[in-house]
């Protein structure tokens, strides 16, 4: 065998893929901006803290950890084109329609006591704006002036369906782990460390788990 030769291909391929491989720390790639992995666990230690607060109000007794990852990633995502398409489409987005209020944020701030309350406020705020603009799109679409005393579901659900329908276009890529198509949809079967499967919310059912991993 020729050394020199498997060395040669071994560099050659390296710098084939080299354009396409994920980014150090990045948890997912959108329209050439990398979202790091900091920011996607920062997302989901808000959504996991939220979704307890609300599962443990109706009763329920266990959550998926790997689908509210997956949610928060995804999210960020979608947060991005988003954004792009407000900008295309000269869409005006009032601060004040996703900001929140000061006892919001102190609510926010004190159920995700583990992160610093402008971060935890960052990550909800982000999710509004989302669906702020998906509201404006789905107006543009329909022609229609926007009046929150009618209700806004219509609107906010075309919104939605054009923001994905964008996202199918995107060339988007997660790191593996966290088992998402291109689409932002779960594959059939996922591995890795940041797919996991559902624990229990009793106390310290979870502690074995790493810290991104755990959403207790």
């Known amino acids: 065998m020729n050394l020199r030769y498997v060395a040669a291909a071994g560099a050659a391929a390296l710098l084939l893929t080299g354009c396409q491989a994920q ?22 230690e ?19 950890n790997s689908e509210v990852r997956r949610q928060a990633v995804s999210d960020l995502v ?3 084109v988003a954004d792009r398409l407000a900008r295309e489409r000269d869409i005006d987005v009032p601060t004040s329609a996703y900001t929140l209020n000061a006892e919001q944020r ?14 935890a406020v960052d990550v909800v705020e982000s999710s509004q704006r989302t669906f702020v603009i998906a509201t404006l799109i789905g107006e543009q679409l ?7 005393t009618k209700g806004t579901d ?18 988007v890529r997660y790191d593996p782990r966290f088992g998402l198509t291109r689409a932002g949809q779960p594959r ?3 591995t890795g ?3 996991v499967s559902e624990e229990p919310l009793a106390d310290g059912a979870q502690g074995d788990l790493p810290s991104t991993q755990r959403c207790a």
């Not at 980014?23 to 989901?44: K, Q």
């Not at 808000?46 to 998926?64: D, P």
């Open 23 to 44: 980014p150090p720390g990045a948890a997912a790639v959108v329209d050439g901006h990398t979202i790091s992995m900091e920011r996607a666990d920062d997302a989901a």
């Open 193 to 195: 460390s940041l797919s």
């Open 46 to 64: 808000v959504y996991c803290r939220l979704t307890l607060v609300t599962a443990q109000q109706q009763g329920v007794s266990t959550v998926s």
């Open 142 to 148: 329909q022609g229609k002036e926007l009046d929150v």
């Open 106 to 119: 102190a609510n926010v701030a004190r159920t995700v006591s583990s992160l610093p309350a402008r971060t």
């Open 188 to 190: 059939s079967t996922t």
């Open 154 to 171: 219509d609107l906010q659900s075309a919104g939605l369906e054009e923001l994905l329908a964008e996202l199918k276009q995107e060339k």
């Open 78 to 80: 979608l947060a991005r």
